[in-house]
């Protein structure tokens, strides 16, 4: 009820280019959800995969400034990809749709991955030899989802090949008070390309896209692709 009210009230006030945005009072630029063992982070995320399952995040809006990008920046006929924590799989059926003789697969954490289309279950803090070095591109919109994004996201890094991009879709939503137990790492947007940073160092290069959320009220988003180097 909150919600749909928010998305009413959020509708008025973006005709006057402004929107309802919960702020962070505190002065954390990083928080991550501890939980009691890998247990309990797995049986939470199946809990609200399972809670949201026809809940769909991503847009087709920056699904096509991605595809567009990759079209753009991969010279190749036959482009192929992992989306990880795709849930009902709409972003691998996008990409699948839209980039000509690509071949993209999802992994999520739930065993409801296997009633969608080019979907396995799969916890994407974990890879498999043959995924190493084998992808022109990694897309995700879930590391918000991740108790440990350090790993997640050399993994994922690890799994593109020389030419290819880690992309994460963040927005103000996947920030520091969004942090909890649903959702367990939370970073402030503008902070994100300093933790990359940290963590990777002159291992990776970095470009940022802005953009939007249609489907949220416009909320401000930010594509970062990361390729390694």
Known sequence: MFIALKNIINQFFLKFGYRISKSNNSDELVKIHKYKNYEEYKATQIFYNKKKINHIWADEFNLTKIADFLKKNINKKNIKGICHGSRNGFEQDFFNRNILNSKVFGTDISDTA?????SIVWDFHKTKEEWIDNFDFVYSNSLDQ??????????????????????????????????????PFGVEPNFFPYLITEWFGHSVSL??????????????AWLFFIKKL
């Open 207 to 220: 470009k940022i896209i802005k953009s939007v959320k249609p489907n949220k009220s416009k909320a401000p």
């Open 146 to 183: 991740s108790f440990d994004p350090r790993t997640a996201l050399t993994n994922w890094i690890q799994q593109i090949n020389k030419n290819g991009y880690v992309i994460v879709e963040h927005t103000d939503q996947h920030s520091v008070r969004a942090s909890g137990k649903m959702d």
């Open 114 to 118: 296997i009633n969608y289309k080019d």
